[in-house]
């Protein structure tokens, strides 16, 4: 019997277009249920999937401190969430929650 070789799935390998980017973040914060730590890590995903040096260069942060801000293991700070959502060339935007009854 061949023996069976697995690679690790990284998604940021899969995220290729601003749409693909923008539909993942859309979908992890859906997912994210409060977990701003969540929302990081698909930042970094994202991050790492445009080049994390020039995500870091466009947000004003060094390449260390964006590791570490996206890395899902702290909640970085609006301000940066802020910064890395537009050096993305993402928006964040809002809508009223539907509720049904």
């Known amino acids: 019997m061949p023996k069976t070789i ?3 799935y990284d998604v940021a390998e899969h995220l290729r277009t601003p749409e693909e980017m923008a ?3 859309e979908a992890c914060l859906e997912e994210a249920d409060g977990d701003a730590a969540f ?11 445009k080049g994390m ?3 870091a260069r466009d947000a004003g942060l060094s390449r260390e401190s964006l590791y570490k801000a996206l890395s899902g293991e702290r ?13 993305l ?5 809002a809508e009223p929650e539907t509720v049904t009854k």
Do not use: C, E, N
């Open 6 to 8: 697995t690679t690790r």
């Open 23 to 25: 539909a993942y973040l």
């Open 39 to 49: 929302v990081a890590k698909a930042l970094g995903d994202i991050a790492r999937a």
């Open 53 to 55: 040096s020039q995500v």
């Open 75 to 87: 909640t970085p700070s609006f301000d940066t969430i802020l910064k890395v959502v537009a050096a």
């Open 89 to 93: 060339g993402l928006r964040l935007h």
